[in-house]
């Protein structure tokens, strides 16, 4: 059996460590919308990302999107999160693991035609970890991209 | 008060004994650190030469042999921390309190490596050393606690009155561990979701899952290692005056 004046401690912190779980969940809650990263695509095309201010967008490169329309550095792609598009221009060197069919986070702005004109773009990896021999025994479609 | 085998209880409370924690320790030491070295040269030897590359990002995921064991140690570490911290506070055990605030340095070691390696793997996967988004953010405020706790000890002069302050602190900040483990689900990220932690079967081939488990398993038991070296360092301090430091000392003479 346990002591009173123990149990009182162990109900104190009890409340204690519960207390601080629900403000922090309250806290976290409020401020959920700041603390995501970016933006989706269906964010943007209904209007939810911010007009002429910087901000950032997350999607996966459509496979086939990718092209290069100028000789100079611009390539131009387009964004999914697998509901609605966005095109997205950038001018400038791309991460190595930059590639159709993986996700990707630009940071940047819409202009006026709802294009949005990256700064920055980071590429982010996916959870899986396997050789390449079993990535090719998974594939079937012959159009993954490999590389840029 | 719960349904613990009488076995148990008696370890525990003769664990819980300074003099016998001590020799018990000293025992188990040589045997801890021969489970170490084979679990990390295992890992190594099948993380960075038997594992094949990877899919996509080649050679370079081989720093998740170091970079997820640590962070799942810096989490792991905090948990123990606020336990033995609880485990202090109400049932008043020296050993409980050592306990704590000896995990601190290590756990805040560990949460060091895990954004430091991060920070390296993020540079050529991600293109940037760093973001501000929730997964990164909550496991930089997780080395801040551990800093928190170090500096609150040290701060106190009286050790038995900081074990409890130390404690409280570590228990407010146990809410941000779910918080680091949820991010990458709760929150858009540039951080990727769970591989191995999830409900699903890990997105990892089972020949580079091995090595990983393997050296999860070597970074349990390097904690087990330096939490004893440092709680029988720290016991030895407390108990400095006490009739069975004396004894052991003439008797080591």
């Known amino acids: 059996m346990m002591k009173p004046a123990r149990k009182k401690r162990l109900i104190l912190i009890a409340i204690m460590v519960i207390g601080a779980g629900i403000a922090t969940g309250f806290a976290l809650k409020s401020f959920n919308d700041n603390l995501m990263y970016f933006f989706s695509t269906t964010d943007v095309v209904d209007g939810k990302a911010p007009k002429d201010a910087l901000f950032r967008l997350g999607g996966m490169v459509i496979k086939g999107s990718v092209e290069r329309p100028g000789d100079g ?3 131009r792609f387009k964004l999914t999160d697998f509901s609605k598009e966005v095109t997205v221009e950038y001018t400038g060197i791309l991460p190595d693991l930059f590639r159709e069919g993986q996700g990707i986070v630009a940071h940047g702005k819409l202009n006026n035609q709802g294009v949005f004109i990256a700064e920055e773009v980071l590429a982010k990896h996916d959870e899986n970890y396997m050789p390449p021999e079993v990535k090719d025994s998974l594939k079937n479609k012959p159009t993954e991209g490999k590389g840029q | 008060m719960f349904l613990v085998p009488d076995v148990v ?8 004994s300074p003099p016998h924690f001590y020799s018990f320790t000293e025992r ?6 021969a489970i170490f070295v084979l679990l990390t040269a295992a890992g190594l030897y099948g993380g960075l030469y ?11 995921y081989r720093i998740i042999y170091i970079h997820v064991p640590s962070a799942w140690m810096s989490l792991f570490i905090y948990v123990v921390m606020a336990i ?3 485990i202090g506070l109400i049932w008043r055990i020296k050993l409980a309190e050592i306990v704590a605030i000896s995990s601190a340095p290590i756990g805040a070691s560990f949460t060091f490596i895990a954004l430091f390696t991060g920070s390296l793997w993020g540079k050529p996967m991600w293109g940037t050393w ?3 988004d929730a997964r990164l953010t909550s496991e930089l405020i997780l080395l801040f606690l551990y800093l928190g706790v170090i500096g609150l000890y040290g701060a106190i002069d009286d050790k038995r009155v900081a074990s409890k302050a130390v404690a409280i602190l570590a228990l407010v900040g146990v809410v941000n561990i779910p918080v680091i483990h949820y991010s990458v689900e709760w929150w858009n990220t540039l951080h990727q979701g769970p591989t191995v932690t999830k409900m699903d079967k890990p997105s990892i081939h089972v020949s580079m899952l091995i090595p990983l488990l393997l050296m999860a398993l070597s970074f349990k038991f390097y904690y087990l290692i330096a939490l004893l070296q440092r709680t029988r360092l720290e016991l030895l301090r407390r108990e400095r005056n006490s009739q ?8 080591n003479k």
């Open chain 2, 130 to 132: 760093w973001v501000w």
């Open chain 2, 50 to 60: 038997l594992a094949p590359a990877d899919y996509q990002q080649g050679d370079s």
């Open chain 2, 28 to 33: 188990l030491m040589p045997w801890l650190v």
């Open chain 1, 73 to 75: 550095m611009m390539v």
């Open chain 2, 9 to 16: 209880v008696r370890f525990f409370h003769r664990m819980a």
């Open chain 2, 84 to 86: 033995a911290g609880a």
């Open chain 2, 244 to 251: 069975w430091v004396k004894t052991m000392v003439l008797e």
